[in-house]
């Protein structure tokens, strides 16, 4: 923003890597630091992001679109 990185993303993924588990750090007023011990699995998590996107995508016309083309993501009472 304006020259200056707000956001970064640092991922490790390798056989032997020392620590499994997930992290986020957001630093602002109040700070937030959340870690998963055993991290998010890939294919669940790879679900939730179809589902979620379900009602985005529909709402598009036709065409070839990607994930940086669709609405940003909300939760959606039910």
């Known amino acids: 923003m304006n020259g200056r990185a707000?956001?970064?993303?640092?991922?490790?993924?390798?056989?032997?890597a020392p620590d499994e588990g997930?992290?986020?750090?957001?630093?602002?007023?109040?700070?937030l630091h959340v870690r998963c011990e055993n991290g998010f699995s890939g294919d669940?998590?790879?679900a939730r992001i179809m589902v979620n996107a379900a009602m985005r995508v529909a709402s598009l016309p036709s065409?070839?679109?990607?994930?940086?083309?669709?609405?940003p993501a909300h939760f959606h009472a039910t």
């Open 63 to 71: 065409g070839l679109w990607t994930m940086k083309d669709l609405p």
């Open 22 to 31: 997930n992290e986020v750090w957001v630093e602002g007023r109040p700070a």
């Open 6 to 16: 707000v956001i970064t993303l640092e991922l490790q993924m390798y056989v032997g």
């Open 44 to 46: 669940i998590t790879m």
